[in-house]
């Protein structure tokens, strides 16, 4: 009798060690969506203010290491940008505002923790899309458009790094990309954002099927 319930128990500790390693070789698939704060690393300029914006994307996994190690390729949108206060040879004192837009393709390797946690880190490419800049005087006097689309290089490229916990279908993230790419294509660009890149954090949320 001892011996048939030593042995069912161990029958059961099996189902419930092969059921967890199924549930964690299992890739997924979603969408996912979440806030933005960004900054740009601008020369000389410590009076920086994060732009805030959104992220959305879709993403897939591929498994490496079945269980354990995936490639997770993504699309998705993302605003970047800050607002910068100058003192410009004392022609230009007050601040401007940066709005940048990018289609981006991460790409990142994610180590998964059971079926609970992803790891992640990788790279990103991104197009830029949209372009806006406003420059504001502190004697009153603004500008709407500073700078345009043109006066910034198209493609951006960079690390990333995140974390994801897993509620069922339900995801919970954080990530953050830093830039490597210098944005300013232009002398006039790069009189107001010198040699500066892109640098974001995010929070999103998701449901993956």
Same mark, same amino acid.
């Given at each position: 009798?001892?011996?048939?319930?030593?042995?069912?128990?161990?029958?059961?500790?099996?189902?419930?060690?092969?059921?967890?390693?199924?549930?964690?070789?299992?890739?997924?698939?979603?969408?996912?969506?979440?806030? #933005?704060?960004?900054?740009?690393?601008?020369?000389?300029?410590?009076?920086? !203010?994060?732009?805030?914006?959104? !992220?959305?994307?879709?993403?897939?996994?591929?498994?490496?290491?079945?269980?354990?190690?995936?490639?997770?390729?993504?699309?998705?949108?993302?605003?970047?940008?800050?607002?910068?206060?100058? #003192?410009?040879?004392?022609? +230009?004192?007050?601040?401007?505002?940066?709005?940048?837009?990018?289609?981006?393709?991460?790409?990142?390797?994610?180590?998964?923790?059971?079926?609970?946690?992803?790891?992640?880190?990788?790279?990103?490419?991104?197009?830029?899309?949209?372009?806006?800049?406003?420059?504001?005087?502190?004697?009153?006097?603004?500008?709407?458009?500073?700078? #345009?689309?043109?006066?910034?290089?198209?493609?951006?490229?960079?690390?990333?790094?995140?974390? #994801?916990?897993? +509620?069922?279908?339900?995801?919970?993230?954080?990530?953050? !990309?830093?830039?490597?790419?210098?944005?300013? !294509?232009?002398?006039?660009?790069?009189?107001?954002?010198?040699?500066?890149?892109?640098?974001?954090?995010?929070?999103?949320?998701?449901?993956?099927?």
């Amino acid at each position: 009798m001892r011996n048939r319930i030593i042995i069912t128990a161990f029958i059961a500790v099996l189902g419930i060690f092969k059921t967890i390693n199924a549930d964690a070789q299992k890739a997924r698939s979603g969408i996912k969506g979440g806030l #933005n704060a960004s900054n740009l690393y601008i020369d000389d300029i410590n009076d920086r !203010n994060p732009r805030y914006g959104f !992220n959305v994307g879709l993403f897939t996994q591929v498994p490496l290491i079945e269980g354990t190690l995936y490639l997770q390729p993504e699309i998705g949108y993302s605003t970047k940008g800050t607002t910068a206060r100058y #003192n410009i040879l004392n022609t +230009f004192q007050g601040e401007t505002t940066f709005k940048l837009d990018y289609a981006e393709v991460p790409l990142l390797l994610t180590y998964k923790i059971g079926n609970v946690i992803d790891i992640q880190a990788g790279a990103y490419g991104g197009y830029l899309v949209n372009a806006s800049s406003k420059s504001k005087a502190d004697n009153g006097s603004s500008s709407e458009v500073l700078l #345009n689309k043109d006066n910034y290089r198209n493609f951006d490229y960079g690390l990333s790094a995140g974390l #994801n916990i897993y +509620f069922g279908k339900l995801m919970v993230g954080t990530r953050y !990309n830093h830039g490597l790419q210098q944005i300013a !294509n232009t002398d006039a660009a790069r009189t107001f954002l010198g040699d500066s890149k892109n640098s974001v954090g995010q929070v999103h949320i998701g449901i993956t099927f």
